[in-house]
Protein backbone atom coordinates (compact mmCIF):
# COMPACT_ATOMS: atom_id res chain seq x y z
CA UNK A 1 0.00 0.00 0.00
CA UNK A 2 2.54 2.46 0.43
CA UNK A 3 4.03 1.71 -3.03
CA UNK A 4 1.19 2.43 -4.25
CA UNK A 5 0.75 6.16 -2.35
CA UNK A 6 -1.93 4.61 -0.17
CA UNK A 7 -1.45 6.38 2.63
CA UNK A 8 -1.20 9.96 0.96
CA UNK A 9 -4.42 9.59 -1.19
CA UNK A 10 -5.79 12.76 0.31
CA UNK A 11 -2.61 14.73 1.32
CA UNK A 12 -1.76 17.70 -1.39
CA UNK A 13 0.80 17.09 -4.30
CA UNK A 14 3.22 19.59 -2.74
CA UNK A 15 3.64 17.66 0.25
CA UNK A 16 3.93 14.01 -1.79
CA UNK A 17 0.53 13.07 -1.62
CA UNK A 18 -1.59 12.08 -4.74
CA UNK A 19 -3.77 15.37 -3.85
CA UNK A 20 -7.08 13.51 -4.63
CA UNK A 21 -10.52 15.30 -4.63
CA UNK A 22 -13.16 14.28 -2.47
CA UNK A 23 -15.00 12.55 -5.18
CA UNK A 24 -11.95 10.59 -6.04
CA UNK A 25 -11.50 9.64 -2.84
CA UNK A 26 -14.69 8.16 -1.91
CA UNK A 27 -14.39 5.98 -5.20
CA UNK A 28 -11.31 4.80 -4.14
CA UNK A 29 -12.95 3.83 -0.51
CA UNK A 30 -16.10 1.85 -2.11
CA UNK A 31 -13.22 -0.65 -2.95
CA UNK A 32 -11.68 -0.58 0.33
CA UNK A 33 -15.01 -0.96 2.01
CA UNK A 34 -15.39 -4.30 -0.13
CA UNK A 35 -12.31 -5.86 1.09
CA UNK A 36 -12.72 -4.94 4.56
CA UNK A 37 -14.24 -2.53 7.22
CA UNK A 38 -11.18 -2.59 9.34
CA UNK A 39 -8.54 -3.12 6.58
CA UNK A 40 -8.04 0.93 5.64
CA UNK A 41 -8.20 1.91 9.07
CA UNK A 42 -4.35 2.55 8.99
CA UNK A 43 -4.61 4.32 5.61
CA UNK A 44 -7.90 6.09 6.43
CA UNK A 45 -6.90 7.81 9.64
CA UNK A 46 -3.91 8.90 7.79
CA UNK A 47 -5.67 10.52 4.56
CA UNK A 48 -8.63 11.86 6.76
CA UNK A 49 -8.73 13.07 10.55
CA UNK A 50 -5.00 12.30 11.10
CA UNK A 51 -3.89 14.82 8.33
CA UNK A 52 -6.77 17.07 7.65
CA UNK A 53 -6.79 19.20 10.62
CA UNK A 54 -2.95 19.72 9.51
CA UNK A 55 -3.48 20.69 5.94
CA UNK A 56 -6.51 22.67 7.07
CA UNK A 57 -4.69 24.71 10.11
CA UNK A 58 -0.80 23.63 10.84
CA UNK A 59 1.64 26.25 9.88
CA UNK A 60 3.63 26.08 6.70
CA UNK A 61 6.62 24.40 8.84
CA UNK A 62 4.74 21.98 10.65
CA UNK A 63 3.23 20.64 6.91
CA UNK A 64 6.45 20.40 5.78
CA UNK A 65 7.88 18.48 8.50
CA UNK A 66 5.68 15.89 8.76
CA UNK A 67 2.57 15.70 5.41
CA UNK A 68 5.22 14.19 3.29
CA UNK A 69 6.33 11.47 5.75
CA UNK A 70 2.57 10.58 6.33
CA UNK A 71 2.29 10.49 2.23
CA UNK A 72 4.97 7.95 2.14
CA UNK A 73 3.76 5.76 4.90
CA UNK A 74 6.41 6.37 6.88
CA UNK A 75 4.43 8.15 9.95
CA UNK A 76 1.80 6.80 10.92
CA UNK A 77 -1.09 9.83 12.28
CA UNK A 78 -3.86 9.38 14.73
CA UNK A 79 -6.52 11.68 16.06
CA UNK A 80 -6.97 12.17 20.00
CA UNK A 81 -10.00 14.13 20.53
CA UNK A 82 -11.92 11.23 22.19
CA UNK A 83 -12.15 11.10 26.57
CA UNK A 84 -13.43 8.90 28.53
CA UNK A 85 -16.15 11.55 29.60
CA UNK A 86 -16.13 13.62 26.19
CA UNK A 87 -17.72 11.86 23.33
CA UNK A 88 -20.42 12.75 21.66
CA UNK A 89 -19.94 16.05 23.85
CA UNK A 90 -17.07 17.10 22.38
CA UNK A 91 -16.46 20.25 23.56
CA UNK A 92 -16.71 19.13 27.20
CA UNK A 93 -13.22 17.62 26.80
CA UNK A 94 -10.97 18.07 30.09
CA UNK A 95 -7.56 17.15 28.84
CA UNK A 96 -5.15 20.32 29.35
CA UNK A 97 -2.47 21.97 28.16
CA UNK A 98 -0.99 24.72 29.65
CA UNK A 99 1.90 26.84 28.94
CA UNK A 100 5.32 26.78 31.01
CA UNK A 101 7.97 28.58 29.15
CA UNK A 102 8.59 27.52 26.07
CA UNK A 103 6.23 24.81 26.41
CA UNK A 104 3.08 23.42 26.64
CA UNK A 105 2.45 20.74 29.40
CA UNK A 106 -0.83 18.40 28.85
CA UNK A 107 -2.84 16.12 30.73
CA UNK A 108 -5.30 13.71 30.40
CA UNK A 109 -6.73 10.85 29.12
CA UNK A 110 -7.74 10.33 25.36
CA UNK A 111 -10.19 6.88 24.61
CA UNK A 112 -10.78 4.38 21.92
CA UNK A 113 -7.60 6.21 19.40
CA UNK A 114 -7.51 4.44 16.15
CA UNK A 115 -4.08 3.57 15.03
CA UNK A 116 -2.96 4.79 18.46
CA UNK A 117 -0.77 1.84 18.66
CA UNK A 118 1.08 2.25 15.24
CA UNK A 119 0.87 5.89 15.60
CA UNK A 120 4.19 7.99 15.06
CA UNK A 121 2.21 11.70 15.50
CA UNK A 122 -0.80 12.37 17.46
CA UNK A 123 -3.35 15.31 16.95
CA UNK A 124 -4.37 15.82 20.84
CA UNK A 125 -6.88 18.56 21.31
CA UNK A 126 -6.43 19.78 24.52
CA UNK A 127 -7.93 22.50 26.51
CA UNK A 128 -5.74 25.96 27.10
CA UNK A 129 -8.29 28.05 28.32
CA UNK A 130 -11.89 28.35 29.66
CA UNK A 131 -14.93 26.48 28.83
CA UNK A 132 -16.85 25.47 26.29
CA UNK A 133 -15.33 24.77 22.56
CA UNK A 134 -14.06 28.39 22.70
CA UNK A 135 -11.22 27.23 24.81
CA UNK A 136 -10.11 24.29 22.68
CA UNK A 137 -6.61 24.01 21.04
CA UNK A 138 -4.71 21.22 18.48
CA UNK A 139 -0.92 19.91 19.21
CA UNK A 140 1.04 17.98 16.95
CA UNK A 141 2.63 15.65 19.75
CA UNK A 142 5.07 12.61 18.29
CA UNK A 143 4.34 9.17 19.90
CA UNK A 144 7.84 9.32 21.64
CA UNK A 145 6.97 13.02 23.85
CA UNK A 146 8.24 12.30 27.43
CA UNK A 147 4.85 11.73 29.38
CA UNK A 148 2.73 10.08 26.73
CA UNK A 149 1.93 6.44 26.93
CA UNK A 150 -0.47 4.22 25.66
CA UNK A 151 -3.05 1.90 27.45
CA UNK A 152 -3.51 -2.18 26.90
CA UNK A 153 -5.34 -2.72 23.63
CA UNK A 154 -8.77 -2.58 23.42
CA UNK A 155 -11.24 -5.67 22.73
CA UNK A 156 -13.49 -4.96 20.77
CA UNK A 157 -16.42 -6.80 19.00
CA UNK A 158 -15.52 -5.97 15.62
CA UNK A 159 -13.11 -4.19 13.41
CA UNK A 160 -10.72 -6.05 15.39
CA UNK A 161 -7.79 -5.38 12.60
CA UNK A 162 -8.65 -1.59 13.39
CA UNK A 163 -6.14 -1.22 16.61
CA UNK A 164 -7.10 1.34 19.10
CA UNK A 165 -6.52 1.82 22.54
CA UNK A 166 -5.83 4.78 25.53
CA UNK A 167 -3.20 7.51 25.16
CA UNK A 168 -2.24 8.74 28.12
CA UNK A 169 -0.65 12.02 29.05
CA UNK A 170 0.86 12.32 32.04
CA UNK A 171 2.82 16.08 32.33
CA UNK A 172 3.73 15.83 28.61
CA UNK A 173 5.35 18.30 27.69
CA UNK A 174 5.10 19.68 23.79
CA UNK A 175 7.00 22.63 22.53
CA UNK A 176 4.66 25.54 21.58
CA UNK A 177 5.58 24.92 17.83
CA UNK A 178 3.89 21.70 18.16
CA UNK A 179 0.39 24.12 18.78
CA UNK A 180 -1.74 23.28 15.31
CA UNK A 181 -1.23 26.87 13.64
CA UNK A 182 0.29 28.42 16.44
CA UNK A 183 -3.06 29.88 17.35
CA UNK A 184 -4.99 28.96 20.93
CA UNK A 185 -8.50 28.27 20.65
CA UNK A 186 -8.94 26.92 17.45
CA UNK A 187 -8.92 23.23 17.82
CA UNK A 188 -12.69 22.61 18.03
CA UNK A 189 -13.26 24.47 14.93
CA UNK A 190 -10.40 22.28 12.98
CA UNK A 191 -12.14 19.60 14.60
CA UNK A 192 -15.30 19.78 13.03
CA UNK A 193 -14.51 20.99 9.90
CA UNK A 194 -12.37 17.55 10.11
CA UNK A 195 -14.90 15.40 11.03
CA UNK A 196 -16.99 16.60 7.45
CA UNK A 197 -14.31 15.12 5.45
CA UNK A 198 -13.99 11.71 7.51
CA UNK A 199 -18.20 11.11 7.73
CA UNK A 200 -18.06 11.46 3.69
CA UNK A 201 -14.92 8.76 4.53
CA UNK A 202 -17.42 6.32 6.76
CA UNK A 203 -20.17 6.76 4.28
CA UNK A 204 -18.52 5.42 1.84
CA UNK A 205 -16.99 2.93 3.71
CA UNK A 206 -20.60 1.58 4.56
CA UNK A 207 -21.61 1.83 0.85
CA UNK A 208 -18.65 -0.61 -0.16
CA UNK A 209 -19.41 -3.13 2.65
CA UNK A 210 -23.02 -3.12 1.73
CA UNK A 211 -21.59 -4.10 -1.64
CA UNK A 212 -19.62 -6.53 -0.70
CA UNK A 213 -22.96 -8.24 1.48
CA UNK A 214 -24.93 -7.80 -1.53
CA UNK A 215 -22.34 -10.02 -3.59
CA UNK A 216 -22.16 -12.45 -0.54
CA UNK A 217 -25.37 -13.00 -0.17
CA UNK A 218 -26.55 -13.33 -3.71
CA UNK A 219 -24.10 -15.92 -4.79
CA UNK A 220 -24.64 -18.19 -1.49
CA UNK A 221 -28.33 -17.51 -2.57
CA UNK A 222 -27.74 -18.59 -5.95
CA UNK A 223 -25.89 -22.10 -4.77
CA UNK A 224 -28.16 -22.90 -1.77
CA UNK A 225 -30.87 -24.96 -2.77
CA UNK A 226 -34.39 -25.99 -0.34
CA UNK A 227 -37.10 -27.86 -1.39
CA UNK A 228 -35.52 -28.43 -4.64
CA UNK A 229 -34.61 -24.90 -5.94
CA UNK A 230 -31.60 -22.53 -5.01
CA UNK A 231 -33.38 -20.17 -2.53
CA UNK A 232 -32.53 -17.01 -4.72
CA UNK A 233 -36.28 -18.37 -6.36
CA UNK A 234 -37.85 -17.65 -3.34
CA UNK A 235 -39.93 -14.46 -3.03
CA UNK A 236 -39.00 -13.48 0.42
CA UNK A 237 -35.39 -13.97 -0.57
CA UNK A 238 -35.67 -11.54 -3.62
CA UNK A 239 -37.23 -8.81 -1.31
CA UNK A 240 -34.27 -8.98 1.27
CA UNK A 241 -31.94 -8.66 -1.76
CA UNK A 242 -34.00 -5.67 -3.65
CA UNK A 243 -34.04 -3.69 -0.89
CA UNK A 244 -30.51 -3.96 -0.10
CA UNK A 245 -29.54 -3.44 -3.45
CA UNK A 246 -32.04 -0.48 -3.44
CA UNK A 247 -30.11 1.38 -0.10
CA UNK A 248 -27.23 0.71 -0.97
CA UNK A 249 -27.33 2.65 -4.27
CA UNK A 250 -29.42 5.43 -2.15
CA UNK A 251 -26.64 5.75 -0.21
CA UNK A 252 -23.60 5.91 -3.12
CA UNK A 253 -25.78 8.53 -4.94
CA UNK A 254 -25.88 10.41 -1.75
CA UNK A 255 -21.86 10.20 -1.03
CA UNK A 256 -20.90 10.79 -4.25
CA UNK A 257 -23.38 14.15 -4.38
CA UNK A 258 -22.00 15.32 -1.06
CA UNK A 259 -18.08 14.56 -2.38
CA UNK A 260 -18.71 16.46 -5.90
CA UNK A 261 -20.64 19.26 -3.57
CA UNK A 262 -17.24 19.70 -0.85
CA UNK A 263 -15.27 19.63 -4.44
CA UNK A 264 -16.73 22.68 -5.38
CA UNK A 265 -16.30 24.72 -2.35
CA UNK A 266 -19.60 24.34 -0.80
CA UNK A 267 -20.34 23.86 3.20
CA UNK A 268 -21.27 20.47 3.42
CA UNK A 269 -21.88 19.96 7.08
CA UNK A 270 -25.93 18.63 6.42
CA UNK A 271 -24.86 16.71 3.23
CA UNK A 272 -22.12 14.92 5.48
CA UNK A 273 -23.82 14.20 8.01
CA UNK A 274 -27.39 12.83 6.00
CA UNK A 275 -24.92 10.56 3.98
CA UNK A 276 -23.10 9.40 7.28
CA UNK A 277 -26.64 8.91 8.93
CA UNK A 278 -28.10 7.34 6.23
CA UNK A 279 -25.28 4.55 5.35
CA UNK A 280 -24.58 3.36 8.35
CA UNK A 281 -28.05 2.88 9.12
CA UNK A 282 -27.94 1.31 6.03
CA UNK A 283 -25.16 -0.89 5.66
CA UNK A 284 -26.24 -2.31 9.22
CA UNK A 285 -29.47 -3.68 7.93
CA UNK A 286 -28.02 -5.03 4.62
CA UNK A 287 -25.72 -6.77 7.16
CA UNK A 288 -28.86 -8.41 8.94
CA UNK A 289 -30.40 -9.29 5.76
CA UNK A 290 -27.07 -10.92 4.53
CA UNK A 291 -26.77 -13.02 7.77
CA UNK A 292 -30.72 -13.66 7.24
CA UNK A 293 -29.99 -14.76 3.52
CA UNK A 294 -27.52 -17.61 4.66
CA UNK A 295 -29.13 -18.75 7.47
CA UNK A 296 -27.74 -20.42 10.18
CA UNK A 297 -24.41 -20.44 7.81
CA UNK A 298 -24.34 -16.85 8.40
CA UNK A 299 -23.61 -17.29 12.12
CA UNK A 300 -20.61 -19.02 11.78
CA UNK A 301 -17.42 -17.47 11.58
CA UNK A 302 -16.61 -19.82 8.07
CA UNK A 303 -18.42 -17.09 5.96
CA UNK A 304 -17.35 -13.54 5.82
CA UNK A 305 -20.93 -12.23 6.53
CA UNK A 306 -20.52 -12.81 10.28
CA UNK A 307 -16.80 -10.67 10.27
CA UNK A 308 -19.20 -8.15 8.18
CA UNK A 309 -22.11 -8.15 10.69
CA UNK A 310 -19.66 -7.16 13.69
CA UNK A 311 -17.76 -4.88 11.55
CA UNK A 312 -20.19 -2.79 10.69
CA UNK A 313 -22.32 -2.26 14.01
CA UNK A 314 -19.53 0.71 14.67
CA UNK A 315 -20.27 2.73 11.99
CA UNK A 316 -23.32 3.82 13.56
CA UNK A 317 -20.95 4.64 16.90
CA UNK A 318 -17.82 6.47 15.79
CA UNK A 319 -16.90 9.80 14.35
CA UNK A 320 -20.42 10.91 15.61
CA UNK A 321 -23.02 8.67 16.14
CA UNK A 322 -26.39 8.78 14.06
CA UNK A 323 -27.94 10.84 17.47
CA UNK A 324 -25.65 13.70 16.74
CA UNK A 325 -26.10 13.21 13.00
CA UNK A 326 -29.85 14.08 13.64
CA UNK A 327 -29.03 16.61 16.00
CA UNK A 328 -26.19 18.10 13.56
CA UNK A 329 -28.76 18.04 10.15
CA UNK A 330 -31.76 19.51 12.50
CA UNK A 331 -30.08 22.37 13.73
CA UNK A 332 -28.63 23.03 10.52
CA UNK A 333 -31.87 23.17 9.50
CA UNK A 334 -33.26 25.00 11.51
CA UNK A 335 -30.30 27.75 11.08
CA UNK A 336 -31.18 27.94 7.80
CA UNK A 337 -35.14 28.44 7.93
CA UNK A 338 -34.34 31.00 10.93
CA UNK A 339 -31.66 32.90 9.40
Known amino acids: MRKLGFFGLTIPEAYGGLGLTMEEEVLVVFELGWASPAFRSLIGTNNGIGSLGLILDGTEEQKRRYLPRMASGELIASFALTEPEAGSDAASLRCSAVRDGDDYVLNGTKRFITNAPHAGLFTV ?7 GAAGISAFLVDAGSAGLSLGKPDRKMGQRGAHTCDVIL ?4 APASALLGGVEGLGFKTAMRTLDRGRLHIAAMCVGAAQRLIHEALTYALERRQFGQPIANFQLVQAMLADSRAESYAARCMVIDAARRRDSGANVSTEASCS ?3 A ?6 VADRAVQIFGGAGYMADYPVERFYRD ?4 R ?7 IQQL ?7 REATA
Open 276 to 278: KLF
Open 170 to 173: DHCR
Open 328 to 334: VIARNLI
Open 125 to 131: FARTRGE
Open 280 to 285: SEMVGR
Open 317 to 323: LYEGTSQ
Open 312 to 315: VRLY
